[in-house]
């Protein structure tokens, strides 16, 4: 155990920790969380026995407050592999040299060596009721605390390795969910909906109506709660406004009869499970799903936000680089600002609802979907030297990388607060086109080439 | 990849893989190898397909002969960690020095430039359907070539490490299994048994009775494959004879009215799993499960073969160092051997079916039952220095170490021919007294105590 | 078929149900209802296809509005047993004499000529998907149009004979619904609620809480429709205020903890089913299990509405007849009445909102609790001639009927503008004591005689 | 209760019946069944209790020995309905004359007087786990007694009538059955396979490889219990020879690549639901569920036994009336007889193992296929005057009624032992032709006309 961290056994978090682990365990027990998990580690009284004291070092940990969790976090993360070990395998591996055989030794050896006692303890929670989830709930904790304490890092990064192996996709059950799924799991969908809030228990209805369909992942150890969703909703052409898909009083359409399934949500719900990435299988593993359901779909495609869209204005000199004379002029006379405005568009922002006025949302329209086209198109991330340039948009970077192309945008698509807020009530369409996503995937992610239909490219090299 | 092990992709091992793998790749495709193995570990044409070419990995593997599956399993192996990358961490774990937070980031480094690609390339077999399964048979077959082929031995302990990852005990799920149980899982139960043979349905029936129970491990992605299961009888006193619990044609018993769980029968079912150990946590459980069903139960007990024992008896001069004179004497007599004979228990077990005469058999009872005791509850196993003595018996040391006591030798309790031929018919209860499990085994594991009965020890310490 | 009644086939109604049964049966099939439904009978083309054409017929009935409904079952009435078949059969009874053997033959000749081919066409509907919704949905509109309409009453009491078989208790499953449960179901409670009104899916959630159960019986050919459902609480000691219990805000209890059961709600949610009761089955089911559940509870109880209390206030002379002398000054004085008011009872109850002054409460509760304990106990519903008497209450009726017994009397239990209405606030506790419910029921159906505890019975014997 | 039937009470049957419910109930109770029944009808103590009730008198029966068990059946069938009653209800029949309204309600009125009691006993036993079996198992029992003994007849027709309702196909669930079905499932198809008999589990595991099907129908309170099963082969054309069809060690065909489904095996499981019908519905519910789930199948047969061909050829003088004299003389010859042999089918039918001598063999198939085909499609079973002709054989006339064509007779199709004794070793292939199916069903019930292929009606003209 490290000392630095073992100093902090005696300040005045631990006790605390001390404290409601003394009344988990009654008292009968040294309450020592340092040494608990030590008999833990060492499986005293056998393994079911480590198991059964693992499930009350969980329970202490429960009932500490935000101090003592993160102590209990900083004595667990102490728990690191033995320097003497790693010094020894490290001597071994270069005394290998160039002998193949003796350095692949080396290499188990120091593998070995550098497993850290923390990861077992870590695992031995899997055995708890709910165990599994308070693995993802202490990740979720530490990826907070890791930021600002260094000492921590190194067991985030057990912990992902850890549930990265846990919740490999091929351990995933797909599931449907609609109106028929427990309430319990639905009350859910409701505070993990991260992209168009749900208002209620008919709006959710809504969604899970029989011409929608909800897909989510879960873990056969996590059964009551689902790690990613996706709404989709079964219509005939591309929809353009997300408005008309969340209207609760639009008539439910025949599913057999839609020639297109639009992808208008997709939510990640456990905040532990950050960087291991299920979107893309999702989506595929639904597109298939579909497909045998409903043979008469013929396109695949998302109705997504733009982000990013308003904070890339924000960040650029819009009104100086990217307007031409004319826009500047017809957006200027449209705000009834005096021609020679210069800065049209900063006026249009600052301006609350201006998408409300038909003149000036009128001529908005043009200028405000051409600069769009060409951020979605365009715009790259700042990147690390030598890989391949990438959107600068987060969720057009998702899409793309599965192997989507950008394929239309959508005026006032989205007039919610956030909509404006964030993506100028703009919406995009992505296209999930089976046949051409290994190629799309290949050349962004391999040369940072985005696949966008025609009408957005050219779009997107108008003025400037 | 290692070039040494890249030469033999030009041998005629591989090209009868690659012969397969074309058979099934329908020749669209590349038919390399690795090359496909490079593929999937860069994620050509996106995640999602490489999940998709990883199938087809499996297929050709599941198609290619002996030789053309060793020679899958070698190039799988050579996806090695890069020796650039580990000899860089090295440089800066050395580097680091006492600075704590350096020693710290250089540990995580090294972890990660050690971490094979390899191990990603079996992960992803998990999305095939079976593909769990698939990865368990591949390290089933690895344990056999490992032994010869060092190469072999690194990726064994990669998979040895994914499968206890996935396997640990946290992910199991308990199930009782019984006449209604679907055919083709009981089917595999009559496969699987390792310890009293099933001799049909009838057999396998009678097993499954009322008064009796069946409990096994199941991982939720291998549904239908047992991983170890154990039989029960629910009995009254402590059974002292197998042959009773197998009678196809006893009376079922009121399980209501037992005292006893008896623990006749304890089989592991996959090879791939070896190393990884269920069969404590079994136990424990299964006693849990029948403690909350039956409130009469008053004893958990086990009635278990002594498989070393006939081993130890020819590995050790009996006559000369472990009999007593008047041992040897009445032996001699009922063997109808001159008195002086010095060899009796050499000549007793030369005679088949010695067992079978009552006279021999009762001169031998009070000799073989005072060794076997010895045996049980004296030998030690050869142990590394420093570690704590083991029972030289593999059984015995299997339960002690989970805690259990040694408590009676039961003579001629398994007259199979395995029973005589390694157990010398005799079997031993080993009790589980909820109460003493956790000094038992601490006691065991750390000083080498062994927990028996005051007849057992008294027993062992009988003549020399 | 009777003619009277297909003299109705050419009216209005019927044209409007043939186009119904044309658009449905798409013109390429004879329309005629009736010739439909004797093909169905004779299983023109086989039974197979009889039931095929079944499910046409009930489509037909579906699309069909109100009137087209009722000419609907009318025609499926007109198929009555065949009188020819019938006086032969009575002719045969009547010759048969004293004659056992020949009398016994000629009943079962009887039955069978009397079997009314309508009850075989009800029973083909049974093969549809939710054939047996339908059903019970068809005898729920019957229930309305047989009062009017003699000509439905004997269809009516075919459906009830065969809908009685089918719902045997025996046939049912309890299953218990809790927050786990599907959407779909638990709006349906929301529905069915016919006691305390759920407000809204906080109020449902609640009412699921850890600290409560509900249990509905269901048919396995109906699996999202409840027959009955119960809501019941896990208190401490006899719950005598709903408004406690229906509080969302109030604080989960320890369900093991409690040792009393409150039943505070019971609804029937099919009207299809009416006259069919399988409260008394569901009352004792839910007993059985909460026992076997909760080893602490010691009583069972209701906390129950007295719907008919006020409707009989309203129906005698309670001032006159029923209030001492004292009682009548007390509670005019409390009105601000004159001393000399003769009816202050009905003044009392001419008031809005009157529980809400505390005064007038506190006057109000001696006489009304003394007269609802009279209306309970003493006061009888009319009866026909050599029955025994019983509760004038319905709810009274149905728990004395099962057994239980009137515990006691509550104020102020219900203060929702339904429990002032009907039961003046008043709400009941009936217990259901396990080892004196038969003897309860005995003497309440055998002599009219009902259990009461001492103070009820005291209260019910005040003045008059 | 009738009183010819109660003077039985006291004698030595009833005797010991009453002492095995004496043991069941303890004693503590008035051991008179007709009593216990009487309680429970007039549900003494309510209608829980008397469900209780009920319970012990199963219990009652099932210890009781067959004479207990008859005296149990003649008690409950004395619980006729009311004598009285019936005699006014039908005074009220004729009183009602030819006024419609008061004749609908005097057949309601009589309906209601003519229901016996003893269904409602008998409906009461539903409640008992199992007690849907019990029921069944007391008409089996019932079945047997019944044809003796006349007082019984009339509880039969009423316990038949309550099964019909129960047992409607509407309440029915189709499950297919295989390998993953329950053990304690597949055993109960082994007892009750009536057509091949299945020699073990190996071949019970072949008949449910994955180029075959078995579908059973189950009463969702009867779960474990198939009510008839059926076993279908996926094939290429249509099979002639069941040999083929149950040879373990025959390849597994690729069931997507089949055109044929052969129903070569169809049996009743309960002996106690007998007369009510389910297979008609079975094999079209299953051709249904193969064509949606192959598509690929183009022509659903059967390969059927001939069970009566070798009684009708018993029973008609063959070689006089049926036979040309070439055919005589032909057979007479492979017979090794003389020329002027005048009963060569004679001859050839006290042979034993004809069929294995090859001359023999060749002489008797046209000869045995040309009677054969007469058989099923010109010989008419004795009918009641003014009904249709129908086919003399009990299959044939079973299949044919469900609509299907006699397609295909095989030689040397079934050559077990009891195949050789019924159907002298010929085998008849039934096409289910969806399209055919209604109006060969009319041709056959309306006018008797039998649906035969061209092949097989030419072959029943032939000779004679």
Redesign the interface.
């Known amino acids: 155990m490290?000392t630095?961290t073992s100093g902090g056994l005696f300040d005045r978090a631990l006790k605390r920790l001390l404290e409601a682990w003394r009344d988990v365990a009654g008292g009968a027990e040294d309450g020592d969380i340092a040494a608990q998990m030590r008999d833990c580690l060492e499986a005293?009284?056998?393994?079911?026995?480590a198991?059964a004291r693992s499930a009350r070092l969980a329970k202490a940990y429960l009932a500490a407050d935000a101090d003592g969790k993160a102590e209990f976090l900083r004595i667990l993360a102490s728990f690191?592999?033995d320097?003497a070990a790693?010094a020894k395998a490290?001597a071994a591996?270069?005394a290998a040299g160039d002998d193949?055989?003796a350095?692949?030794?080396a290499?188990?050896q120091?593998?070995?060596a550098?497993e850290a006692p923390r990861a077992r303890l870590v695992?031995?929670?899997?055995?708890?009721p709910e165990?599994?989830k308070f693995v993802v709930e202490l990740r979720a904790a530490l990826l907070q605390l890791a930021k600002k304490d260094?000492?921590l890092?190194?067991l985030e990064?057990d912990m992902r390795a850890?549930l990265a192996?846990?919740f490999?996709?091929?351990?995933l059950e797909l599931r449907r969910i609609d109106?028929?799924?427990?309430?319990?799991l639905?009350?859910k969908l409701v505070g993990y909906e991260a992209v168009h809030e749900i208002r209620g228990?008919r709006d959710l209805?809504n969604r899970l109506d029989s011409d929608r369909r909800c897909y989510a992942f879960f873990h056969?150890?996590m059964p009551?709660e689902p790690l990613i969703f996706v709404e989709i909703a079964l219509v005939k052409g591309l929809s353009g406004d997300v408005r008309a898909l969340l209207d609760e009083k639009a008539p439910v359409q025949d599913p057999a009869a839609a020639d297109t399934a639009i992808f208008y949500s997709i939510s990640n719900c456990q905040q532990g499970l950050a960087g291991i990435s299920f979107g893309?299988?999702l989506i595929?593993r639904v597109v298939g799903e579909l497909s045998s359901e409903f043979r008469n779909l013929k396109a695949f495609a998302t109705l997504s936000p733009i982000p990013g869209f308003r904070r890339w204005l924000d960040s650029v000199a819009v009104d100086e680089a990217l307007l031409s004379p004319d826009e500047k002029a017809s957006l200027a006379a449209a705000l009834g600002a005096d021609e020679s405005d210069v800065q049209p568009v900063a006026r249009l922002l600052a301006k609350r609802s201006w998408h409300r006025d038909a003149a000036v949302a009128e001529a908005a329209k043009p200028i405000l979907t051409r600069l769009c086209a060409r951020y979605l198109v365009a715009e790259n991330a700042e990147g690390r030297a030598g890989e391949a340039k990438r959107a600068r948009d987060p969720v057009a970077h998702f899409h793309l990388?599965?192997?989507a192309q950008a394929e239309r945008l959508n005026w006032l698509a989205d007039r919610s607060e956030k909509g404006q807020r964030e993506s100028l009530g703009l919406m995009v369409n992505y296209l999930y086109d089976l046949d051409a996503?290994?190629?799309n995937?290949?050349a962004y992610?391999g040369q940072g080439k985005r696949a966008a239909s025609t009408t957005l490219k050219r779009l997107a090299r108008g003025w400037a």
């Open positions: 490290d630095a005293k009284g056998g393994e079911v026995s198991r690191d592999s320097p790693v490290v591996f270069q193949a055989a350095a692949a030794r290499r188990m120091l593998r070995r550098l695992t031995q929670f899997t055995s708890i165990g599994v260094p000492a890092a190194a990064a850890l192996a846990w490999d996709v091929g351990f109106w028929h799924s427990p309430a319990n639905l009350e228990w209805k056969p150890r009551d893309n299988f595929k990388t599965n192997g996503i290994e190629a995937h290949e992610v």
